[in-house]
C-alpha cells in the first residue's frame, strides 16, 4: 500500500519560511522520481517543482530562487523549502508520485501567506 503524508503547513506572514515534508511508504522510495503539487482555491492544481531519483530538480516558474526541493532517502522523506513567501503562495500543497502506473496523492496540507 503506497501512502504520502505531508506536514509542515501553516500561516505565516508575506517573506516569510515554511518547509514542508512528504514521507513515502510501500515504494521503493530511492527509484522514483517525486513532485509537489498546489491547488488555490477556484483554482486547478498545478506542479510546484520536482525531483528525480538522482536529486535533479525543475520548478515552476513563479518559484524559482524562493522554493528548495531536497529528498533524503534514508528517511524516505521530500522537502519544499519555501522562502520569501507571497500571499499567492497561499494554496494547499499536495505530495504526488507515479508508481506501477498509477499516481497516488498525500492528504494535502495547507499554506496560508498573509499580506
Known amino acids: 500500500q503506497v501512502l504520502l503524508v505531508e506536514s509542515g503547513g501553516g500561516l505565516v506572514q508575506a517573506g516569510g519560511s515554511l518547509r514542508l515534508s512528504c514521507v513515502a511508504s510501500?515504494?521503493?522510495?530511492?527509484?522514483?522520481?517525486m513532485g509537489w503539487y498546489r491547488q488555490a482555491p477556484g483554482k486547478q492544481r498545478e506542479l510546484v517543482a520536482v525531483i528525480n531519483s538522482a536529486g535533479g530538480t525543475n520548478y515552476e516558474d513563479s518559484v524559482k530562487g524562493r522554493f528548495t526541493l531536497s529528498r533524503d532517502n534514508a528517511k524516505n522523506t521530500v522537502y519544499l523549502q519555501m522562502n520569501s513567501l507571497k500571499p499567492e503562495d497561499t494554496a494547499v500543497y499536495y505530495c504526488?508520485?507515479?508508481?506501477?502506473?498509477?499516481?497516488?496523492w498525500g492528504q494535502g496540507t495547507q499554506v496560508t501567506v498573509s499580506s
Open positions: 510501500g515504494i521503493i522510495f530511492s527509484s522514483n522520481a
Open positions: 504526488n508520485v507515479n508508481y506501477n502506473f498509477y499516481v497516488y
